[in-house]
C-alpha cells in the first residue's frame, strides 16, 4: 500500500492536473484556422508564433510534469501560460452582463477560473518539487 500513496498517488496528480494540454495541442493540429484565429484574436502581436510557441509549452511540459523531468521549471512555464491565456484570452469582465447565461462573456468565466484552478495545482508541484524553495534561496 504504501507504493499507493508514495508513488502512484502524486503521478496520478499530476497526470489529472496536466492532461488537458496534450488535447489542447492535439485540437489545435487538427483545428489549425481556428486556433489560429483565437491566437491572433487578442492585442498581442505575433499570433502563429505565439500559438506555436502555445503548442511547444501545451505538448512538452506536461510529460516532463508527470515523469519529474526539471518538473518545477516546466509548471512554472505551464503555469505562467495558464495566467497569460486566462487574462489575455479569457477576459470575461469585457464583456455587457457577463453573468448572464446569455452573455458571449458567460463561458469566459468558466474558462478564466479554470485556468487559475490549474495553476493552483501547478504551484504544489513548483512546491513539491523543490523548485520554489530553490529560487527563493537564490534570491
Known sequence: MEWLVNDALPMLARFFIV????????????????????????WL????????????????????IVFGFYDG????ILAGYCVV???VYHAFWTY???WSPQSEGYPHIWDFFKNFGLVGGLIFVMYSSGFIKDVSSRL
Do not use: H
Open 19 to 42: 492532461w488537458i494540454f496534450p488535447f489542447s495541442f492535439v485540437d489545435k493540429v487538427i483545428n489549425w484556422d481556428n486556433a489560429l484565429k483565437q491566437a491572433t484574436s487578442s
Open 73 to 76: 521549471i516546466a509548471a512554472f
Open 96 to 98: 455587457p452582463r457577463f
Open 85 to 87: 491565456t486566462a487574462i
Open 45 to 64: 502581436p505575433g499570433g502563429p508564433v505565439l500559438l506555436v510557441l502555445a503548442m511547444a509549452v501545451e505538448l512538452l511540459t506536461p510529460p516532463m
